[in-house]
């Protein structure tokens, strides 16, 4: 029990040192990513207002319909269908850049492939 509460305190130390620099502007947004040990939520901040523009997580219909489809699937298949759809949905609402906001996790696995799903769907970061 001990090890996962060291866990989590490196990953909000990695946390609060990235946010020093990052922040989401009104012309550059912030899409950060958050993953639990079943599912990966993504979504476009705007830091002044602090407001959510957009959102994307593997709860939602369309990505269950897309399990479904392809029924043996891996977490990182749809964590990058979690970012083509985040990335669809901000182009739908005029954003086109972003700051990405990897949120304390280390930049493989479901983290990067939210990233490399946002980029294939049109997203600039």
């Not at 850049?97 to 990067?112: A, E, P, S």
Request: glycine content about 8%; charged content about 30%; proline content about 1%.
């Amino acid at each position: 029990m001990a090890s996962s509460n060291l866990k989590k305190q490196a990953r909000f130390k990695r946390k609060k040192s990235i946010r020093k620099k990052l922040t989401g502007t009104s012309d550059r947004l912030r899409l950060s990513v958050f993953r639990s040990s079943r599912h990966i939520y993504a979504q476009v901040i705007d830091d002044n207002q602090g407001h959510t523009l957009v959102s994307a997580s593997s709860l939602d219909q369309q990505v269950k319909d897309y399990i479904q489809r392809k029924s043996p699937i891996k977490k990182i298949a749809v964590a990058n269908f979690v970012g083509k759809l985040v990335a669809e949905r901000a182009i739908g609402k005029g954003i086109k850049k972003v700051v990405f906001d990897r949120n304390g996790f280390l930049y493989h696995g479901r983290i990067k492939s939210v990233s490399e799903g946002a980029r294939e769907g049109g997203l600039d970061f």
